[in-house]
């Protein structure tokens, strides 16, 4: 997704002779930690989802550990909830852990939801305190509240060899209540370079769609029936599963836009996450290798307006429409909230069957490879397939289409609604045609077929991304962006949420490559807002600071990896993205895995190199 307007860097240039002369304003520059010896990575955190019980945590009382109703877990169904009175209250949680020694990382992790009656934006009343031993480890308050779940990652490699007691403290004041919620702690340690998480722990995987869907006579109401079948590739058995239904985002739970009925293969339970998450409890648990399928009544309504799900009068766009399935990982269910700032979308490889049964004066551009046939008197069924893709889009209306093939074979339309030229049309046509070239020539081959692209001027937000698919206004640079989210999000995937620079940095970076711009005038205006502001900051904290995101991720994030194309040299740096695409074609990338690669790519130490960008993970 490409926000409008796209904040513009300042006129300059920052010559970058080495990494050891690279300092951007308000960062100090640090030595890298030793290299550890010898280590046996471990996660010493035991129960880290309250999912067997309370041993052997140690709680203020017996319901701090619970799966009661006001609060949802983050995985699974059982969480920490530590005060929420509304009184003078304190509660603990805590266990013994044992951290190894000659490990050079020790990581912390929890996922911490905060909700608070507090008003004020200025005065801490309430506070969570995260201890290790006697060693305070960080402080939150009724200040950091946030609508989901955020990911905290704290450093403790220093109690490496001890034996401590790690805790957890909540206090609450006199008044208004504050709930501090936490799931998923864990404590992993090792050698500082292997990454946290493997592409073999993500589950449920292989997923296959098959959807059948019929629509009214605008296109704007879906409805039909919706199968998967999915693999557990995880060690750990799979009891449940969980829909993701994004798009309830745009309406309400007690009025929904996308409606889960009569679920086969398993058994409904709760939505959560404001109706974005369904968990649906499988009949046994499934082992590694073992599969099974669900299967479910699906109704879609599309709302008003031009948006990524939305209709623009006659010209209905059906994005993050069809429920997908949530991604378990080391970190747990993946349940973040919607955010309309960026994406939040994190979802594995998977085929796709969609047939859409449609008026015949309706053109359904759609992702992946389409065929029309006759349908009922005055209807059409387009057929689309899909293979290794992690979403489905598609739109539906009474589209003008041009049709052209890239120089490299790649067939590429353009559908756009009533107002745009021909000759805009024609333009975004040639656009294609050599973005998708352009960015194949440098991470590897288009693999999904045909491409569509969607064009109307009214997008508030700019321009989207979908496998094979996307939205956009009438502009090269955007254009260029959304296609170029075809390798970076699409092919080469990622934790949209976490780690929204692994898709935005990376595909403006592409931009700039395919648009032959070098990066050259980045630096020359930066000013971080703030010592917790990072490229590498999550969604949660970029909806907390959404003036802040597009500057930040797109420009501070893409202008990172110029940097490190000068410290690399360019024939390096386009071998390190084409073998690094290569090595997670289809598969997740993380900070940690890319920062090896790169590392790996040169004799340079870039650990200065990191800490002065705020590369982080």
């Not at 690279?22 to 999912?51: I, M």
């Not at 008026?359 to 551009?365: C, F, K, M, Q, R």
């Not at 589209?399 to 024609?426: C, D, L, R």
Request: hydrophobic residues 35%; glycine residues 10%; charged residues 15%.
């Amino acid at each position: 997704m490409r926000p409008t307007p796209h904040k513009a860097l300042g006129a300059g240039a920052l010559t970058v002779a080495a990494v050891a002369a690279l300092v951007l304003p308000g960062t100090p520059a640090t030595a890298g930690p030793a290299t550890a010896t010898a280590c046996t990575p471990a996660q010493v955190v035991t129960n880290g989802g309250f999912e067997s019980g309370t041993s052997p945590w140690t709680a203020s009382s017996s319901t701090v550990i619970t799966s009661r109703s006001g609060q949802t877990a983050h995985g699974g169904s059982s969480y920490a909830w530590l005060d929420g009175v509304g009184g003078t209250h304190t509660d603990t949680l805590g266990q013994s852990v044992t951290i190894p020694s000659g490990c050079g990382s020790a990581t912390l992790t929890f996922w911490l939801h905060i909700d608070t009656a507090e008003t004020t934006s200025s005065t801490a009343y309430d506070k969570l305190t995260a201890k290790l031993g006697s060693a305070t480890l960080a402080t939150y308050s009724n200040l950091d509240k946030n609508t989901g779940y955020v990911k905290k990652s704290i450093d403790v490699s220093s109690f490496a060899g001890q034996t401590v007691n790690l805790s957890f403290t909540g206090t609450e004041d006199s008044s208004l209540q504050t709930s501090f919620v936490l799931d998923d702690i864990a404590l992993d340690t090792s050698d500082g370079t292997t990454p946290p998480s493997t592409d073999s722990t993500r589950t449920p995987a292989t997923p296959s769609y098959t959807v059948n869907l019929s629509s009214d006579t605008s296109g704007t109401v879906w409805t039909g029936h919706e199968s998967v079948t999915f693999t557990n590739a995880s060690a750990t058995a799979l009891g449940e599963v969980y829909l993701r239904l994004w798009d309830n985002y745009h309406g309400s739970c007690d009025a929904m836009p996308v409606t889960v009925r009569n679920v086969t293969g398993g058994t409904a339970g709760a939505l959560s996450v404001a109706c974005t998450a369904l968990k649906i409890d499988l009949p046994s648990p499934l082992a590694q290798g073992q599969s099974a399928t669900i299967g479910f009544d699906l109704g879609i309504t599309v709302p008003s307006g031009a948006d990524r799900f939305g209709h623009d009068g006659a010209f209905s766009f059906v994005g993050n429409a069809l429920p997908l399935l949530a991604v378990r990982d080391s970190a747990g269910w993946h349940l973040d909230p919607y955010t309309n700032n960026g994406e939040s979308f994190y979802s594995l490889a998977a085929d796709f069957k969609v047939t859409l049964d449609h008026p015949a004066s309706l053109l359904v551009p759609a992702t992946g490879t389409s065929t029309d046939t006759p349908g009922s008197s005055g209807r059409t069924v387009t057929t689309a397939t899909a293979s290794k893709v992690r979403d489905f889009a598609w739109a539906a209306g009474p589209f003008t289409k041009i049709s052209g093939t890239s120089a490299a074979g790649v067939p590429v339309n353009v559908y756009s609604v009533s107002g745009i030229s021909s000759s805009s049309a024609q333009s975004m046509l040639s656009t294609a045609k050599t973005a998708v070239d352009a960015h194949a020539a440098r991470f590897g081959a288009y693999p999904y077929g045909e491409l569509d692209a969607v064009i109307d001027n009214n997008y508030w937000f700019g321009g989207m991304e979908y496998p094979g698919f996307v939205l956009d206004l009438v502009s090269t640079t955007a254009l260029t962006h959304e296609i170029g989210h075809q390798w970076w999000y699409g092919i080469v995937g990622d934790d949209e949420y976490t780690s929204p620079w692994l898709d935005e940095s990376f595909t403006d970076y592409a931009t700039d490559l395919a648009l032959g711009r070098t990066g050259s005038n980045c630096w020359s205006s930066v000013s971080w807002a703030s010592g917790a502001e990072k490229i590498t900051n999550s969604m949660a904290y970029w909806d907390a600071h959404s003036s802040r995101y597009s500057t930040v991720v797109y420009g501070y994030g893409k202008c990172a990896l110029h940097d490190l194309r000068r410290v690399l040299g360019d024939t390096a740096m386009a071998k390190l993205l084409k073998d690094y695409a290569s090595a997670h074609w289809y598969g997740v990338s993380t900070t940690a895995e890319f920062k090896a690669a790169a590392q790996a790519a040169t004799s340079t130490d870039l650990t200065s190199f990191w800490t002065q960008h705020r590369i982080e993970g």
